[in-house]
């Protein structure tokens, strides 16, 4: 399935627009991480761990949509975005969400 944060796909034109998908995922910081990136923050520099927990997080949201997608019928998700909250204080969402749409080749 196509994935675009614009509002069209090259070469395509949109059929149908089926609605709004999206999907989402909390994730919580572990108090292990936590020591490790207090240290961090003393000398500077990339916390991986986080990096890789928002990955992981971001990833999963975007399956959720497109799990949405899938079940309306969807060819493509047009419109993509990212949005991120903090829900408590050690805790993040991740909320992705675009339109499903059905495509057609553009006539030539």
């Not at 493509?76 to 339109?99: C, D, H, K, N, P």
Request: no cysteine.
């Amino acid at each position: 399935m196509l994935v675009a944060t614009t509002e069209s796909v090259a070469g395509h034109e949109i059929e149908a627009t089926l609605g709004l998908v999206r999907g989402n995922t909390i994730r919580a910081r572990h108090v292990g991480r936590d020591i490790m990136a207090g240290l961090k923050n003393i000398v500077g520099g990339e916390l991986h761990d986080y990096t890789k927990l928002m990955g992981e997080a971001r990833e999963q949201s975007i399956e959720r949509m497109l799990t949405e997608a899938q079940a309306l019928g969807a060819d493509a998700v047009v419109g993509m975005r990212f949005s991120t909250s903090v829900v408590a204080q050690a805790a993040a969402e991740i909320l992705v969400y675009g339109t499903a749409v059905k495509l057609k080749p553009q006539a030539k």
